[in-house]
């Protein structure tokens, strides 16, 4: 049978007959490149004459290949707009310098046509490829009904397996088991189905004329579309600790098909999972049974991530002893932000916002506002289980906190122990904003709050200014891990999730201290765990009053905290104070017993630790020494 094919123009007026079987190849007859005004790039256009021969001998050398391509030359254009190309092959090898024919000249030629595969009609001098075979084989099958409807339209044969098969026959469509075509059954429980010559020779070849030969030869339908969902590895690994499950969920087949249909994205359209199916569906709606090559390399992109993200989820879980010292990184979502920590840098945020946030109102977050948030939510991680408590950050370090009957008590005793600093901060509450507490709110310039919810009188009016933004959060963040890109590679270390109790707490001066300074040593040690080191807390009746941070001494940020606090007002005597580290020597506690401070806790580990108890003993000053350092830089 003769398909559609493409041309040459020979220096003969006509065609003699076939040479016989075994005879010589018409080598004498010259093959020439020509210029000829083209309605259309494609070879399709073109219906060769009936013309009985043979080309076999130059067939073999793959004369097809590089036709499909053909270029442009000058920018000359006939009439009727179309550009004057050139075919840039000769189908002689023999032929050294071609002349050049213009299709205008009245030459004497003959239009040769070459007997090609059944399946030829997948040479395309364009790269708009057709559909007409499917392999589809997913698990979730979710909004996979319009896409049968669409292939079942465009006369698609459709291949399936298992539960997969079921759903498109019930959805009224036609569809050809894989066992049909590979001869085999699924065996092994499943395990191999579609791990077959007959699935992948028709997913992996190329469209040209020596794959698709074999194609034929084999019966090997030429796979153009594959659909894929995996089994549900990372979710059966959250869901169950049975092994045997798990190992059941790594999926093999379904792996297979999409790296090998990825890998001849050229040829092939790759839908690795559930969340293409969109993509898929528009594509079909918008251009029928065919794909560009901008289709098919994007779907690639796709199949290649979903690929990585599912090998690392595998690696993760078989490297859970953390023996294997390698770090594998696969997040799927990306949000591009308008600059980084400064406007002269690019930044891109990874992650899912939407597994801890509600996002209620306001701009876009920026670099700035993502860190301060998770500072903010890493502090209030500490005070989520106490009474209500209010927390302002500015760069990532607590300005305020309180803790109060109410939450709009909280807030007034937070911004009191800095309102300068709360200007452009980020606040965060444990408990639901109301009306009250927003009216207040809303009074000074803010970036972020977050709360668990907001009463619907407190969102209208936190609301009316579009650009700040409410964060309503449902769920801390449960990363058990921090990473940061140090020195061309990166530190990976446990989060600090670490928060001191009673019992762990030695006390270690001859005066223990009341049960006041027991709650506002508790109360500080949890607020220096979250100001960058060298930090400090002064904190009196569950309320910072002053904070020292990031100073290159303790005794500087000592000093820095106790100048912010008489700045605004408060009266020192009977407070305490939290260091994150030890004291290497006692004038940390001669500065605090002057200031007025009555109790200190700090981690110890000091070989001078005795010099600091030995001074608040003589003081009259209470000490605990938690055993826990929290430095922070």
Not at 183 to 200: A, E
Request: aromatic residues 8%.
């Amino acid at each position: 049978m003769i398909n559609r094919v493409s041309m040459m123009i020979c220096s003969m007026p006509r065609l003699p007959p076939p040479p016989p079987e075994g005879g010589t190849p018409w080598r004498k007859f010259k093959c020439q490149k020509f210029y000829c005004n083209l309605p259309s790039v494609t070879v399709a256009n073109f219906r060769a004459k009936e013309t009985p021969c043979s080309l076999a001998p130059f067939a073999s050398k793959s004369p097809m290949v590089r036709l499909s391509n053909p270029q442009p030359r000058a920018a000359a254009h006939q009439p009727g707009g179309f550009p004057r190309m050139g075919l840039p092959y000769a189908l002689c090898p023999m032929l050294r310098s071609p002349k050049r024919f213009s299709a205008r000249r009245r030459l004497p030629f003959a239009l040769c046509s070459v007997p090609l595969p059944q399946n030829s009609t997948y040479l395309h001098m364009s790269g708009t490829k057709p559909i007409r075979n499917a392999l589809i084989s997913v698990y979730h099958k979710e909004g996979l009904d319009q896409i049968i409807s669409l292939l079942e339209k465009n006369n698609v044969t459709m291949y399936s397996t298992g539960g997969t098969l079921d759903y498109i026959l019930s959805l009224g469509a036609t569809a050809k088991t894989v066992e049909s075509l590979t001869g085999y059954p699924s065996i092994l429980d499943g395990r191999v189905k579609t791990l077959h010559p007959k699935i992948f020779g028709g997913i992996l070849a190329r469209r040209e004329i020596q794959h698709l030969s074999q194609l034929e030869q084999y019966e090997i339908p030429p796979i153009d579309l594959v659909i894929v969902d995996l089994y549900p590895f990372e979710e059966t690994v959250r869901s169950t600790n049975n092994e045997s499950s798990i190992i059941e969920k790594i999926d093999i087949g379904g792996i297979s098909l999409i790296r090998a249909a990825a890998k001849n994205f050229h040829d092939v359209v790759i839908v690795p999972s559930q969340e293409d199916y969109g993509n898929l569906k528009y594509m079909l709606e918008t251009k029928g049974a065919n794909s560009s090559l901008e289709d098919r390399t994007h779907f690639a992109t796709r199949a290649f991530r979903v690929s990585s993200h599912y090998d690392k989820q595998i690696y993760d879980y078989f490297n859970r002893s953390g023996e294997d010292l390698s770090l594998k990184i696969s997040i799927h979502s990306g949000m591009p932000l308008r600059y980084g920590e400064n406007p002269h840098q690019e930044a891109i945020y990874f992650g899912e916002l939407e597994s801890n946030f509600y996002k209620l109102n306001g701009k876009e977050l920026s670099y700035n506002n993502l860190v301060d948030v998770d500072a903010a939510v890493s502090l209030m991680r500490e005070f989520k289980n106490n009474n209500p408590t209010f927390a302002i950050l500015k760069h990532t370090n607590a300005c305020g906190v309180a803790t109060r009957k109410t939450i709009h008590q909280a807030w007034k005793d937070a911004l009191a122990a800095d309102p300068v600093s709360a200007f452009g901060g980020v606040l965060i509450a444990n408990r639901p904003v109301d009306k009250e507490t927003a009216q207040d709110i809303d009074d000074i310039f803010y970036e972020v709050l977050i709360a668990p919810s907001f009463t619907p009188e407190a969102l209208e009016i936190l609301s009316a200014k579009k650009n700040r933004i409410l964060l309503q959060l449902h769920t801390y963040p449960k990363a058990q891990q921090q990473v940061k890109s140090i020195l061309d590679g990166f530190i990976v270390q446990d989060q600090d999730f670490t928060t001191e109790d009673p019992e762990s707490i030695k006390e270690v001066t001859h005066r223990k201290p009341t049960m006041a300074e027991l709650q506002d040593l508790y109360f500080a040690n949890k607020c220096v765990k979250h100001l960058k080191s060298n930090g400090i807390a002064i904190v009196k009746n569950s309320q910072l009053l002053g904070m020292g941070c990031g100073q290159t001494s303790r005794v500087d940020a000592l000093k820095q905290a106790i100048v912010k606090a008489k700045a605004f007002g408060f009266d020192l005597h009977g407070s305490v104070m939290a260091s994150e580290a030890f004291f290497p020597f006692p004038d940390c506690v001669e500065i605090a017993h002057e200031a007025g401070l009555t109790a200190v806790i700090h981690p110890g580990g000091s070989v001078k630790d005795q010099d600091s108890i030995d001074y608040c003993d003589k003081a009259g000053m209470a000490m605990l020494i938690t055993g826990y350092r929290h430095f922070k830089h």
